[in-house]
């Protein structure tokens, strides 16, 4: 058999495992086309490395292959082609074979992949067998032209192989899976950036192929190179290398949104929320999207999970962050795409393009700003008549429907799952996971431990009766939770007591080292008391007539004058109506020396000063110290009531005030509130002193005690009060911001000047 | 329309009941039955209590009512410093001696007109006690500096308006007072109501005024959230007509709606982004 010639150069054993293999197989030889046999036997040869059983698989394999590509090609030009990537390694053969059969027939595209595949062999092995695995998912997804042009990207991209191979078989892996985003023009230079970051580690370049480009679809090309510039001197080991690069690591996050110029969510989550909520006509909460690393699919954009949207804490844009939040918005109201979506009813497209059809029928102004936003991408008639996006609109981020079902299955095994104990109403159990699965749990039985320890927190604090003297008067007031977007009902209980007066010399004290300013500030004061209900006698408008004046009139005119007009009563009603509440701060901060002085000691020196002032002028007035420990032990501590005189015992309450714990601001003002609700005054003063910044036990970070105190501050408004925070802390600028507007705050540049401060402010805030 | 604010020009001159009547028709839309309950309240000498959100329509259905029965209206906006005399009547001087001048109260009392007190939370808990002896089967009010006391003309009838939307103590009305009055609960009227009011009203197309109701749903949708009140019938008509004598739709929400409802900044930028979607 004239075939074996060409086994010369083949070992003794593997010539007789062929011979036996083809023996057994007589049928293979007399299939092939003669010209084609002695390829098929090169092809043998390949594997004489191998042990005999692994060399018989692969000649079944092979022949399999060309069994079943027979009918689909020229048997010999494949057979030509096995051979040649044969020739530079036996492992691409039987992959070849099973790309080759997906290849379309017909002119010279099987030519010219063919020679694609031959050049990434000469560079890398691994690569090419990457290649020639995903080429008929490529196929599908890219189609033919563009098939070659993957190919040679990842070739040029291998111009260093022994750092980039792993990049490029990452990059062919990736391009084909991920359907979406990634333009061919910004492969070429993810994969640029991908060999700069393989000369430190081939590993993190491939991280970042599969991965953390993605983070950084949100930065344009500049921005991403000197993201990836960071990343390289920023991090020392390959561990560390490696997981910057995968986009998952805190460090690469923070990196890529300090270098996005935009928007970002923090500063935008509550006018963002509120249109969504205008527009869905219920509440909508507004997460990061940062929780979700992780979740299959993400894709580090805008996503619903079927109850909260997720969106990315920085966007180029607040008017492409309005639009991901509302497109996010009408998806929530677009019934059961999920499942049509896993069963394959529907393209992820066709329901981007309907929520966007249905949100410009709402929004027709929306239209306009997509046209503004996606520029080139969008056809004129869009969303009417979407014909084929060239790619993904940078607002409609991910669809993950199973990350619906399972939020949903698991927000259902958590209410079946919580103890029958926990005596409580769906609907808050609702919110208390949603609120959880916000915050980035998503594991059904670490929720239901989280959910558990809440409630047992609940159960645990609740007040001791004993805790209470005799004397304490109780109250109950809500809470604003942030995160649940929320009120708590009855959340924090106010403890109001009266301090003791047992006498001390504090006022004594003070009034002697202070003579001059208490007498000044009364001679002021006294000017701004007007005299109340006044009649203003001989008027020429009011109710009643003035007998007086009308006998002097009518004498006068009897004797020859006019009858002046000026005969009636007027009341002036235009009278001082001013209730105003202090409130002052006793946290434990307040012992903090400022030159030699306790911040209380100030307090109480302006209180003192002020109250001597009041009590000149005649306007209602009430003091209460404030300090909490928990929300069960909110303690108001009565100074003076509206109604109680101002005397000594007052002062010696004031004297004997020591600083205490912690500040709940909220509830504080929500007490006040509740205090100046009994006092009849058509203007109502709130005014606070403090020296720091909201701060309690389980009261959430800055971003909750804030959202809490800025919320009371506005019931406070609603209700026509006027609350006025005065605050030592010198960065209360910042937060201040936040809680209310700038005219009703005030940062005192040193403490000292407090009690100067307190009575000027005073009297300018209700002249 | 002829309905005059009686209260400021009281001193200077008497005013003839004739001058009340309302002598073109209002334009009204019915949301419910409120027409023939007022009807049926008129007949029956029911004192009537409009309760509802401002600008909703209270004082355009009483104007309606009052040109359909044919009565004169007189209304008194009221307020703080509105005292019984004000109300009821005083003595002025006049010449050689003191002449009684009646308050709008008594006028409407003696001709038989709708006497309508606007916002009557605003006025003084003791004013509005005069108004006590009208509203029960006697009808009747004493003036007492002139020392008599009036009967009510039969078609006398007495309607107050009142925005329970105040949730605050001291601007509540006194049970003693909202006891006496049959209640016509008002409320922003539904969309395609609301429609064709911005179209007759404001004179804008239709597909203005579909998009001017939906801005008003999605700000009253807000109404938990830091507003007090939603957007009033009244600021989308306002909107509506800046609109149609040719200002920009965008400039006119925000004229009309945004800056009208609130001094929040989050809140204006909210509804601004709002606008900006729907126009």
């Known amino acids: 058999m004239e075939v074996y010639n060409s086994c010369r150069t083949f070992s003794r054993e593997h010539l007789k495992t062929l011979r036996e293999f083809l023996e057994a197989h007589p049928h293979v030889l007399s299939s092939l086309p003669r010209a084609s046999q002695n390829d098929f036997i090169r092809l043998c040869g390949y594997v004489a490395h191998l042990r005999s059983r692994k060399a018989v698989d692969f000649f079944m394999n092979t022949l399999r292959a060309i069994e079943s590509i027979g009918s689909h090609h020229d048997i010999r030009l494949v057979l030509n082609g096995a051979t040649t990537l044969g020739s530079r390694n036996w492992v691409l053969v039987l992959p070849y074979f099973a790309a080759a059969k997906h290849i379309p027939n017909g002119d010279d595209f099987f030519e010219a992949w063919l020679q694609c595949s031959q050049r990434l062999a000469d560079r890398d092995i691994d690569v090419a067998v990457t290649f020639l695995h995903k080429t008929p998912g490529a196929l599908s997804v890219l189609g033919k032209e563009a098939v070659l042009r993957w190919g040679d990207l990842a070739r040029s991209a291998l111009k260093t192989p022994q750092f980039m191979w792993k990049a490029a078989r990452a990059y062919l892996e990736e391009s084909v899976e991920n359907r979406c985003g990634t333009t061919p023009e910004r492969w070429v230079f993810n994969l640029e950036q991908a060999s700069i970051i393989a000369q430190r580690s081939p590993s993190a370049a491939e991280e970042f192929i599969r991965s953390g480009s993605r983070i950084c679809l949100l930065l344009n090309e500049e921005e991403t190179a000197q993201w990836v510039q960071e990343g390289i001197s920023g991090c020392s080991s390959t561990a560390e290398l490696a997981s910057y690069f995968s986009g998952r690591s805190l460090k690469s996050l923070d990196m890529r949104d300090a270098l996005i110029e935009g928007e970002t969510l923090k500063d935008k989550i509550g006018s963002l929320s509120l249109i969504c909520q205008a527009y869905l006509a219920r509440p909508v909460k507004i997460r990061s999207n940062r929780g979700l690393v992780g979740v299959k699919g993400f894709s580090f954009g805008p996503v619903t999970d079927g109850r909260v949207i997720y969106l990315p804490e920085v966007v180029q844009s607040f008017e492409l962050m309005k639009l991901m939040a509302l497109h996010q918005a009408t998806l929530l109201n677009i019934e059961g795409w999920h499942e049509a979506l896993k069963d394959s009813v529907a393209w992820p497209a066709d329901i981007h393009v309907e929520a966007d059809r249905k949100l410009i029928e709402i929004f027709p102004g929306m239209a306009r700003l997509m046209r503004k936003i996606a520029g080139p991408l969008l056809s004129e008639g869009y969303p009417h008549s979407a014909h084929v996006l060239s790619s993904n609109l940078p607002w409609w981020g991910d669809l993950l429907p199973h990350l619906i079902t399972e939020t949903e299955a698991t927000v259902r095994k958590i209410k079946d799952g919580l103890p029958e104990s926990a005596d409580l109403p769906p609907e808050l159990i609702e919110k208390l996971v949603d609120s959880l699965l916000a915050q980035g749990e998503r594991e059904p039985n670490a929720l239901l431990a989280k959910l558990g320890l809440m409630l047992d927190n609940i159960d645990f604090d609740s007040p001791d009766a004993e805790d209470l003297g005799e004397n304490v008067q109780t109250f109950f007031y809500k809470e604003w939770d942030l995160i649940l977007s929320d009120y708590k009902l009855d959340w924090c209980l106010v403890r109001q007591w009266t301090p003791s007066d047992d006498p001390n010399s504090f006022a004594r004290d003070l009034a002697e080292r202070r003579k001059g300013i208490i007498s000044l500030i009364r001679r002021q004061f006294t000017k701004l008391k007007p005299e109340r209900f006044r009649k203003f006698k001989a008027q020429n408008f009011g109710d009643e007539l003035d007998l007086d004046a009308l006998i002097n009139a009518i004498v006068e005119m009897r004797s020859g004058s006019f009858l002046s007009d000026k005969v009636y009563i007027r009341r002036d009603k235009r009278v001082r109506d001013v209730a105003v509440l202090f409130l002052v701060d006793l946290s434990a901060s307040t012992e903090q020396e400022l030159d030699g002085v306790r911040f209380l000691d100030i307090e109480k020196e302006a209180m003192t000063l002020m109250a001597e002032a009041l009590d000149s002028l005649g306007d209602p007035f009430a003091i209460y110290g404030f300090s909490s420990e928990g929300r069960f032990r909110v303690d108001m501590l009565c100074l003076k009531k509206f109604n109680e005189p101002y005397g000594d015992s007052v002062r010696h309450r004031m004297g004997n005030l020591e600083p205490r714990t912690l500040t709940r601001l909220g509830t504080i003002i929500r007490h006040g509130m509740h205090v100046l609700e009994d006092v009849a005054a058509t203007n109502k003063l709130m005014i606070l002193l403090t020296d720091g910044r909201p701060y309690d036990i389980e009261y959430g970070n800055l971003e909750y005690a804030m959202a809490d105190t800025r919320k009371a501050i506005k019931e406070a408004r609603t209700r026509k009060i006027h609350p006025f925070i005065i605050t030592s802390d010198k960065k209360g600028v910042s937060y201040l911001k936040q809680i209310c507007a700038q005219t009703q705050s005030i940062v005192l540049p040193r403490a000292e000047i407090l009690p100067y401060v307190l009575p000027a402010l005073y009297k300018r805030l209700t002249l | ?279």
Not at chain 2, 6 to 35: C, M, Q, T, W
Not at chain 2, 38 to 46: E, G, I, P
Not at chain 2, 249 to 255: I, N, P
């Open chain 2, 1 to 279: 329309m002829a309905v005059k604010a009686a209260h400021s020009e009281i001193n200077s001159r008497e005013l003839a009941i004739e001058e009340f009547f309302v002598d073109k028709e209002p334009f009204y839309v019915a949301v419910g039955d409120e027409i023939e309950l007022f009807d049926s309240a008129y007949r029956l000498k029911l004192p009537i209590m409009l309760k509802g959100p401002t600008g909703c329509g209270k004082t355009r259905f009483l104007a309606h009512m009052a040109w359909k029965l044919s009565l004169p209206l007189v209304t008194i906006a009221c307020h703080e410093d509105l005292t019984a005399s004000d109300l009821v009547g005083r003595f002025l001087l006049k010449g050689h001696e003191t002449t009684w001048s009646d308050g709008p109260l008594s006028l409407a009392v003696k001709h038989g007109a709708i006497c309508y007190l606007d916002e009557v939370v605003e006025a003084r808990k003791d004013t509005t006690v005069v108004i006590h002896p009208l509203t029960d089967d006697r009808r009747m009010l004493p003036q007492e500096k002139k020392g008599v006391v009036l009967e009510a003309h039969p078609n006398f009838l007495l309607v107050i308006s009142y925005n329970p939307g105040y949730q605050s103590v001291t601007k509540d009305l006194k049970q003693s007072t909202r006891q006496r009055f049959v209640a016509i609960d008002f409320n922003y009227p539904p969309a395609e109501k609301e429609q064709a009011i911005l179209m007759s009203e404001g004179g804008v197309d239709q597909e203005t005024a579909v998009r001017l109701v939906r801005l008003g749903e999605m700000v009253r949708n807000l109404r938990q959230h830091g507003l007090e009140e939603g957007v009033s019938t009244r600021l989308l008509v306002y909107a509506a007509k800046l609109i149609s004598a040719g200002h920009d739709t965008r400039q006119a929400c925000t004229a009309a709606v945004t800056q009208a409802m609130t001094d929040d900044p989050e809140m204006q930028e909210t509804i601004d982004e709002i606008v900006s979607g729907l126009f």
